[in-house]
């Protein structure tokens, strides 16, 4: 019998020792929401949401490619300006300051929306990488190889980096 009593009492002692290790660990606190901004940036001249948001360019109409992004006239803010434009494929594109698709800021107007504007052979100049071509122009796989990343600052001195800009290229 003593050796059920130890028995039971070792048992007894590992829940103890196991419900106080588990219970003494401080977790994190990790979220798993998305971090959206307070005021929110759209693109108003997209033709689409295909991941992100996208714009269309097309060869025939000469490659110009233009993106308007615009936050709330109730936020109370307006854009001073776009601060830094990447082209590329990840978000830390635009927050360095070394390969940068345009090297200065673009001013506001002191509005509410602000337009970026470039072309198919600014693209291809730039970043190295040719855009479709007539051959392959509007097919499925006709959006630049790269994504348009924009770090905005707002007339308060926040800065809002929105989510990429994909550029669709037609015929």
């Given at each position: 019998?003593?050796?059920?009593?130890?028995?039971?009492?070792?048992?007894?002692?590992?829940?103890?020792?196991?419900?106080?290790?588990?219970?003494?660990?401080?977790?994190?606190?990790?979220?798993?929401?998305?971090?959206?901004?307070?005021?929110?940036?759209?693109?108003?001249?997209?033709?689409?949401?295909?991941?992100?948001?996208?714009?269309?360019?097309?060869?025939?109409?000469?490659?110009?490619?233009?993106?308007?992004?615009?936050?709330p006239a109730s936020s109370g803010r307006t854009i001073k300006e776009i601060t830094r434009v990447?082209?590329?494929?990840?978000?830390?594109?635009?927050?360095?300051?070394?390969?940068?698709y345009v090297t200065g800021p673009i001013a506001g107007t002191g509005t509410t929306s602000i337009?970026?504007?470039?072309?198919?052979?600014?693209?291809?100049?730039?970043?190295?990488?040719?855009?479709?071509?007539?051959?392959?122009?509007?097919?499925?796989?006709?959006f630049l190889a790269r994504n348009f990343y924009f770090m905005i600052t707002l007339d308060n001195?926040?800065?809002?980096?929105?989510?990429?800009?994909?550029?669709?290229?037609?015929?």
């Amino acid at each position: 019998m003593n050796i059920m009593k130890l028995y039971i009492k070792s048992i007894l002692s590992l829940g103890v020792i196991i419900t106080m290790a588990m219970t003494s660990c401080k977790k994190d606190n990790v979220s798993l929401e998305n971090n959206f901004p307070d005021v929110p940036v759209t693109v108003t001249n997209k033709i689409g949401i295909f991941t992100a948001p996208a714009v269309s360019t097309s060869l025939s109409g000469g490659g110009a490619i233009k993106v308007i992004l615009e936050i709330p006239a109730s936020s109370g803010r307006t854009i001073k300006e776009i601060t830094r434009v990447a082209a590329g494929t990840a978000y830390g594109s635009v927050q360095t300051t070394s390969g940068l698709y345009v090297t200065g800021p673009i001013a506001g107007t002191g509005t509410t929306s602000i337009t970026f504007n470039t072309t198919l052979a600014e693209y291809t100049a730039k970043t190295g990488l040719a855009a479709p071509t007539a051959a392959t122009a509007g097919t499925a796989t006709s959006f630049l190889a790269r994504n348009f990343y924009f770090m905005i600052t707002l007339d308060n001195g926040q800065v809002i980096v929105p989510t990429y800009v994909r550029v669709y290229v037609d015929k």
